[in-house]
């Protein structure tokens, strides 16, 4: 008999203590040992985690008004620019923007770049930060300047807005030319001399649910060491998928956009990250809970390192020419194990995301889940998704 189950039905099982939650990591061997449908059955939820260097993050505020009232033209936090053509006193600042006397050109040991990734985590960690603003001034907001510290409970709202996190699968990226080269996946050296990666595997959000079946606005996920919800599909959000001649899988190009209260995140788990060669940039946790509503999201949840595939780019040519064609396609049990053999040649790799601290955020979903209530939310709407999923009799054979 085929398993159907509700968010409704889940939640009650949360609610009554009784419900049964697994993470991505240990669903693997069950449904290894007792198949998806009988793990189907067992299992509610599986839950995922990911913590990553994510440039297209930030945040916006609303600073309050001042005495006399003004309407902020220009803003920095702690010499970062914040984009304040909104209102009188909100401004958004990005993860990835630099002062503006930072040496972006500059590539040298040692080089460390503050930006507005550093500003978002000094916030959280409750740091004072310098708050300047100029104005052209108007009769209703007379005030031209400011120039005070302030802490992130000073402040009406502050709220995380990333607009694309969570990347589903992202490249490994090499570098084919014949000089270092400095990119946000770090340093890759010349001809083949290194491979750098960045998804999860089989702890990747979106890689366990690549249909998007139950994943959309509204989800309430771990973000950030607290609560936040997908607010829309991210920007570039384009997801497909192939199965590679081997029976592997090649989930990639969804995306999530999300939202939550800066106020109650963490500072461990958003952390400002400064590449060298390139810029400035925000390193977040994120976590999504994964309702096990029949046989299929089972399935896909249960996939393996050895079973997840990710593309090999080359970042020396081929991707600042805009046409990143493959060099080829590694598991992440490859990757995971320190080397790749690409075009005949072994290739030492390295993470550039934690893989330990997703398994720690999975496991802070998982213990929320059971033991603090935390609730599965309903999607108002599901996310865009690459069409209809092959029949699950289909997947088990291949």
Request: with cysteine; proline share 7%.
């Amino acid at each position: 008999m085929a398993v159907e189950k509700s968010i409704d039905e889940i939640n009650a099982k949360i609610k009554s203590g009784k419900v049964v939650v697994m993470t991505a990591e240990e669903v693997i061997p069950l449904v290894k040992e007792k198949g998806v449908r009988r793990a189907a059955a067992e299992v509610d939820v599986v839950t995922t985690g990911t913590f990553g260097i994510m440039c297209s993050s930030g945040a916006y505020f609303n600073f309050g008004h001042t005495k006399p009232r003004m309407r902020m033209h220009k803003v920095w936090l702690n010499d970062v620019a914040a984009y304040a053509g909104i209102a009188a006193v909100d401004a958004f600042i990005g993860a990835a923007e630099v002062p503006d006397n930072d040496p972006l050109n500059s590539v040298h040991p040692g080089e460390f770049r503050y930006g507005g990734g550093h500003v978002i985590h000094d916030l959280v960690a409750r740091k004072p930060v310098r708050l300047r603003a100029t104005s052209y001034g108007t009769d209703c907001y007379p005030r031209r300047e400011i120039n005070t510290t302030i802490t992130i409970d000073d402040l009406n709202q502050a709220v995380l807005f990333n607009p694309r996190n969570a990347y589903q699968n992202y490249n490994v990226a090499v570098n084919l030319s014949d000089k270092t080269i400095y990119t946000y996946l770090g340093v890759l050296k010349p001809h083949l001399a290194n491979a750098n990666y960045s998804t999860a595997g089989q702890l990747s959000p979106l890689l366990k649910d690549p249909y998007f079946r139950t994943i959309g606005i509204g989800t309430k996920i771990f973000l950030g060491g607290g609560i936040g919800y997908v607010a829309w599909q991210g920007t570039q959000h384009c997801p497909s998928m192939t199965t590679l001649p081997d029976g592997g899988k090649l989930p990639e190009g969804g995306t999530l956009a999300v939202i939550g209260d800066l106020k109650q995140m963490r500072p461990e788990w958003l952390i400002g990250a400064s590449l060298l060669g390139y810029g400035a940039s925000l390193t977040v946790g994120l976590g999504v809970p994964i309702p096990v509503l029949n046989e299929e999201v089972m399935y896909w949840a249960s996939l393996s390192d050895e079973e997840l595939y990710a593309p090999v780019i080359d970042y020396g040519i081929a991707y600042p020419a805009g046409n990143p064609e493959p060099l080829g396609y590694v598991s992440y049990a490859q990757l995971k194990s320190g080397s790749i053999t690409i075009e005949g040649k072994e290739i030492p790799t390295a993470p550039v995301a934690s893989y330990s601290r997703a398994q720690q955020i999975a496991r802070i979903l998982k213990r929320w889940i059971q033991q603090e209530g935390f609730l599965l939310s309903k999607p108002v709407e599901l996310l865009p998704s690459i069409g209809e999923a092959p029949a699950l009799k289909t997947l088990q054979e291949k």
